[in-house]
């Protein structure tokens, strides 16, 4: 890579109800790293959410980049870069931003190491990374991704058949990271629970890879595993889902731990439904996602003209 290049990471959704830990989905908003070599390791925030981040090593994007170099055998420090961090992915709000963040330290040390990782690679080391696979795997396929990721190996199917639907989210003003939303969660489930709540998940899968976007709305909406644990810390999750079934919506899921919400909606009904939202939630941000078939990329700065 020659003087200047960039990398492009798309943001996720997770969970899609049922699916906990285990369904992602990148949708249309991004992370941008601008890589320069310099004479010491910078990152310089590009919005004002980024510039309260870290601007030294203590950097979510350096920490996971030097961990992994070490790993490899590659020094950071022989290799400094002036990196500029762009996103609109919001912070704290079930968008994926620090998943974003640990695909694009991966693909960081990748380029600068000439590591060569497969993309199966960059998914176990970004799975072992988060804990989870849900958001990272989304980030660095795009798509639709179902998988398991186990102590002893990350397996997944990757699915890109996803036309036709569109997803309204509600964005509140208020964060709710993912560490405190985890906290909530309850720790055991009976035999009848556990076989119920995988019997919907179950049928999301199966209607997600049949592309039966109706079924796959009601077993959204019929989560077991967490979505009851956490409607208290996010109260406008039912209002949201109601007002968006009676404006013809799939179904509404909360996005990840939350706090933003979901409604997987038909492409021609998205402004409409977005409308809807508003009137319900009026001091949230009601914006238009759509799934991002394309996953994490590096290029130069000439082909990153052509992404936008
Ligand atoms: N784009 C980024 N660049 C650098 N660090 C980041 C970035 N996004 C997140 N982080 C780091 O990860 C931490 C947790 O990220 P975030 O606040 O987004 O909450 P989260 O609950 O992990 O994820 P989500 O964004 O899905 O809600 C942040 O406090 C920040 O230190
Ligand atoms: N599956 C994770 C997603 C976190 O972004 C959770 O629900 O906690």
Known sequence: MNDMWMIRVPASTSNLGPGFDSIGMAVDRFLELTVTPADQWFFKGCTPELESLPTGKDNLLYEVADKLARAQGVSLEEFPHHVAVDSNIPLARGLGSSAS????????????????????????????????????????????????????????????????????????????????????????????????????????????????????????????????????????????????????????????????????????????IAAALHEVVPNAEVTILKPELQGATVCDMKEASLLK
């Open 101 to 272: 963040a640990i695909v694009a330290a991966i693909e960081l040390v990748n380029q600068i190491g000439q590591l060569n990782l497969s993309k199966e690679e960059k998914l176990r080391i970004a799975s072992l990374e988060e804990g989870h696979l849900d958001n990272v795997a989304a980030s660095v396929y795009g798509g639709l991704i179902i998988g398991s990721h186990r102590e002893e190996c990350t397996d997944l199917i990757h699915i890109d058949k996803l036309d036709d639907i569109a997803f309204v989210a509600v964005i509140p003003t208020y964060e709710l990271k993912t560490s405190e939303s985890r906290k909530v969660l309850q720790d055991h489930f009976s035999r009848q629970e556990a076989v119920e709540a995988s019997s919907v998940a179950n049928t999301l899968v199966a209607a997600l890879c049949t592309t039966n976007w109706v079924l796959a709305g009601k077993m959204m909406e019929l989560d077991l595993f967490h979505e009851k644990a956490r409607s208290a810390l996010v109260p406008e999750l039912q209002l949201v889902r109601k007002a968006a079934k009676a404006a013809g919506a799939y179904g509404t899921f909360l996005s990840g731990a939350g706090p933003t919400t979901l409604s997987m909606v038909p492409v021609k009904a998205a402004q409409d």
